[in-house]
């Protein structure tokens, strides 16, 4: 199983960091090829942020300093960009809504991973999907949107932004390569000047046809379980709950 990226520094401990990961992953029940692999980017991680030295900025805050739980998920995705461009490996963008995940989704997000060393995924905050599709999205709450999308192998990390569009939270991140789906055209993304600046690339991969949250919610509503609670209301002049 190979390394994601060459990591230059102390290698004292990554040995042990790597067996520690994968007991643990092993324990949580997951497979060997997902453990070892989880195991190998720790031991590469702890080796690139400096080993044993960075041994005490990883012990967990107390409550009373805890950063809030809504900036928590950018502040690592922050340093992880920074520390896979430091070990010299490409850092990989990605962002949208994803509300209600679907294959369309799966398919951008796994393309994009196989381009760089690491996947940063952009996720609109609730109060932007809100502005952006209505008041009726999101369907899933932004938390939810998060854990669901870390589940996901091929992304590394998950940041949040709270404005329409990503440029403040890219002008952070920096990202070597800025994905996006095969149906926004590329002049149309306001963010692609800003990545551009930098030496960034903007690149659209292909989008599968027909996987739409609006589509997928549609139909849901239209179920026969879901149409038949409104006929029944109808009947007798409750609304289904």
Known sequence: MPSPV??????????????????????????????VRGAVHAATRYVAEG??????????PTESSAPPSDTGPTDDA????????????????AGGCFDLLHAG?????QAARRTGDCLVVCVNSDASVRRRKGDGRPLVPQADRIRVLRALECVDTVAVFDEDTPERLLAELRPHIWAKGGDY???????APLVESWGGQVVLFPYLDGRSTTRIAERAALTPHTAGLRSKAAGSGRRPR
Not at 105 to 109: G, K, S, W
Not at 185 to 191: I, K, V
């Open 51 to 60: 080993g044993i030295r960075s041994v005490a900025m990883e012990i967990p």
């Open 105 to 109: 989704h799966v398919a951008l997000l």
């Open 185 to 191: 055209a590329r002049t149309s993304l306001p963010e």
């Open 78 to 93: 922050l340093r992880t960009a920074a520390r896979v461009r430091a070990a010299g490996g490409t850092v990989v963008a």
């Open 6 to 35: 060459t990591a230059e520094g102390d290698a004292c401990g990554a040995g042990d960091r790597f067996a520690a990961t994968a007991a643990g992953l092993l324990a949580d029940g997951e497979l060997v090829e997902t453990a």
